[in-house]
Structure formats: C-alpha cells, structure tokens
C-alpha cells in the first residue's frame, strides 16, 4: 500500500533551534516529493518540490532532501523563529499509474520564543 | 491576484441539504485537484481533472459527490443530501503540467479552502 509518514506528529523547540522534520514513503518509484506548511484553518502553502531527479532543494532557511532509495525525505529548518509555527505536511505522487498526491499526517510545529 | 481561489470560505447548512463548492484554479494551469481534510489529518485525495476531464476519482467520492470542470477552466465540487460526516474542510490545488526535458514539472498550488459544517 502506497503510505506516506511523518514523524515527529508534534515536535515544540526554542527559537533559534535547528531543526529536521522527516517524512517517509513506501515505494522508490515516485514522480516528485513537496513540503508543505499550513496554518490553522488555512490552506497549505508550498514550501520545496523536489522532483524525482534531484536530492535536495533550498529556499531561504528551508533545506529538503530527498532519498529515493531508502524512501525518505527530511526538510531541514535553520534558526527557527516564532513565525515557523504551523504543520509542516508532505505529499508524494508515486509513479503507478496514478495522478494524486498522497499526504502524510503532518508535523505540528511550535517554535517558543 | 493571481492564486488558487475558492467560494465559499464557510458553509454551513442542515443534513440532507445539497451544496457546491467553486474553485477557480490559476488561470494557467491545466491539472486541478479536489481533496478533503478534517482536524488532525492530511489531505485526502477526492478527485483529478486535467483540462476538462475528470481523469481520477476515490472512492471516498460517493454517489452524492459530483465535480465538473467545463472549459478546463473552473471547477465546482456539489455534495448532495449532505451527512455530518460530510464535515471537513475542501481543497482545491492547481498545477501546470509540461514536460521539460523529459521531466514532470507540477508543483501543487492550494487555495483557502472551503469549511464545511453540517449540523
């Protein structure tokens, strides 16, 4: 069955902390990987894609990283700041035959100041 | 604005009652994704268009979901003889699909999203 999971499902740090959410998938063959943040009661709002080609992408503070072979992707925060609070979600496209995107649950993230 | 929008923000309406969600993906994009999410979850896929055609559906979209895109412009997502299980919020997502280098582009746009709640 084609998964996507995400651990931690809450994580709360200090501001300024670094900090490695992850997301992992159940099968190599995937199309592209995006990250996600949302707010509460908000849409999702797109942080990083990341095609099937490539390890990493990079937008400001945000690094993700993507590992076909062992199914795991991470995105990478640096200096967190109060404003990073909000659920970070992940969604694949696997390559079977199939359009959608499949999410994970999501990190609920909480940057104290 | 340029961005992925969706009427009504809010709805709530009695069980048995039909309503109808409108998204107007950005104005470029030929793929259009409906999903459904409720508190604590990740989005739910419900159903695919490219252009106008309704390519993939769940089997989460019962008999009483139905979604249009005429023109490959708009969509709307109706929901008739609501249940409270029908509560969720609903996503609509465009992208633009082209192949580059023999590569898929696709990055997925959301709107506000459209809060159901049946009473």
């Known amino acids: 069955k084609q998964e996507v999971t995400q651990i931690p499902a809450a994580l709360s740090v200090p501001e300024g902390e670094n900090l490695v959410l992850n997301c992992s998938f159940t099968?190599?063959?995937?199309?592209?990987l995006q990250w996600f943040r949302q707010d509460p009661g908000k849409g999702l709002t797109s942080l990083l894609l990341i095609q099937s080609s490539q390890r990493e992408q990079t937008s400001g503070r945000l690094n993700a990283s993507l590992d076909k072979s062992s199914g795991r992707s991470t995105l990478y925060i640096a200096a967190s700041q109060p404003g990073d609070s909000a659920t970070y979600l992940c969604a694949v496209r696997y390559r079977s035959g199939t359009y959608k995107y499949i999410f994970g649950t999501g990190t609920r993230l909480k940057v104290l100041a | 604005d340029t961005g992925v929008s969706q009427d009504p923000r809010h709805k709530i309406t009695k069980r048995g009652q039909n309503v109808t969600f409108r998204c107007d993906p950005i104005?470029?994009?030929?793929?259009l994704y409906w999903y459904r999410q409720t508190l604590g979850q990740g989005p739910e896929f419900l159903t695919y268009f490219q252009n106008e055609a309704q390519l993939e559906k769940s089997r989460l979209l019962s008999d009483r979901f139905s979604a249009e895109r005429p023109k490959g412009s708009f969509s709307t997502l109706e929901i008739q003889r609501t249940e409270q299980g029908d509560s969720a919020m609903y996503l609509c997502?465009?992208?633009?699909?082209?192949?580059?280098?023999?590569?898929?582009?696709?990055?997925?746009?959301f709107g506000e999203g459209s809060r159901l709640t049946v009473l």
């Open positions: 099968d190599s063959a995937i199309y592209n």
């Open positions: 997502a465009s992208s633009l699909f082209t192949m580059t280098s023999g590569r898929n582009t696709g990055e997925l746009f």
């Open positions: 104005s470029e994009h030929n793929r």
